[in-house]
């Protein structure tokens, strides 16, 4: 689950109430330092919504240690094909993530 929470000193996050959104995610898993096409992964955000849900395939085998995710939040998903470039609507933030792995039947965060 992703989630928007806005920068300090500022009143609220994206805002979605008006139009349904796109949030659009990559992770480095390779840690090439490039967003690659396989590193991507898509929602629809709702009305409202202050979170959205992206699953991505990760490669096998796993690297693990610090990486980096960006998402974008735009009115329509084509605005959001690539991880870089001009958007016409949106908001764009990088996070610096770390992989780990975890033992078999582990659930994140336990």
Do not use: C
């Not at 659009?24 to 390779?30: E, L, S």
């Not at 992964?41 to 690297?63: E, V």
């Amino acid at each position: 689950m992703v989630g928007f929470e806005p920068p300090p000193g500022h009143g609220r996050g994206p805002r979605t109430d008006r139009i349904p959104s796109s949030v659009t995610g990559w992770i480095d898993f390779n840690h090439n330092g490039r967003f690659d096409p396989l590193e991507r992964a898509t929602a629809q955000a709702a009305k409202s919504a202050t979170t959205a849900k992206l699953s991505w395939t990760i490669p096998q085998p796993p690297r693990t240690g610090p990486t980096w995710m960006r998402l974008r939040l735009t009115a329509r998903a084509r605005a959001a094909v690539s991880p870089t470039g001009w958007s016409d609507s949106g908001e764009v933030e990088d996070h610096r993530v770390q992989l780990v792995r975890l033992s078999a039947g582990a659930a994140p965060g336990r």
